[in-house]
T-cell receptor
């Protein structure tokens, strides 16, 4: 089954304790992205990757790191989490490696990771 | 700043009604516009994607239109059902560097009453 898998689905942790949220897709997609969703602020893009070893900042990258060493995986790293990073996080992927040629390709989303940082 | 707006934030209709959800965007230079559905506690499911060269897309009871000149997209749902109850989000891929990113509207929470 074609899917985007995030782990963990839920995590409660404390300020300053490094954490990683994993994201994996099995559709051979070039494009992957991370979003956070907050009440009243909607979905905002954190980082995206056009292909292996190519990453770029989104609208809200502060406090986050990403890496893209393999095509299928795109982990989100919080080196020193803070309470303002408590949120619902989504990973997404798309065939959308070159936006002009693949502008008809939708993004596929994972089920989300709910992070609570105390 | 490129923005996407959805009004109303919430909508309640009786079952069977045809309805229209609205999405407006500030920059006519878009690559595409997507409509998503989000159920509580779940991720987003892509419903329809309209490329900038297209005017509309249809899937079953759903029809999405795009008018770049007016900066508007609409999602038409025919013969609504209780199972259509969810939050509907539109997202635009704007031109330039931001063409690699999606900008989301705040969503419209739809409730279809039996």
């Amino acid at each position: 089954e074609a899917q985007v898998t995030q782990n963990p689905r839920y995590l409660i942790t404390v300020t300053g304790k490094k954490l990683t949220v994993t994201c994996s897709q099995n559709m051979n997609h070039e494009y992957m992205s991370w979003y956070r969703q907050d009440p009243g602020l909607g979905l905002r893009q954190i980082y995206y990757s056009m292909n292996v070893e190519v990453t770029d900042k989104g609208d809200v990258p502060e406090g986050y790191k990403v890496s893209r060493k393999e095509k299928r995986n795109f982990p989100l790293i919080l080196e020193s989490p803070s309470p303002n990073q408590t949120s619902l996080y989504f990973c997404a992927s798309s065939l959308w490696g070159q936006r002009i040629h693949y502008s008809n390709q939708p993004q596929h989303f994972g089920d989300g990771t709910r992070l609570s940082i105390l | 700043k490129q923005e996407v707006t959805q009004i109303p934030a919430a909508l309640s209709v009786p079952e069977g009604e045809n309805l229209v959800l609205n999405c407006s965007f500030t920059d006519s230079a878009i690559y595409n516009l997507q409509w998503f559905r989000q159920d509580p506690g779940k991720g987003l499911t892509s419903l329809l994607l309209i490329q900038s060269s297209q005017r509309e897309q249809t899937s079953g009871r759903l029809n999405a239109s795009l008018d770049k000149s007016s900066g508007r997209s609409t999602l038409y749902i025919a013969a609504s059902q209780p199972g259509d109850s969810a939050t509907y989000l539109c997202a635009a891929a704007f031109g330039g560097n931001a063409g690699n990113m999606l900008t989301f509207g705040g969503g419209t929470r739809l409730m279809v009453k039996p």
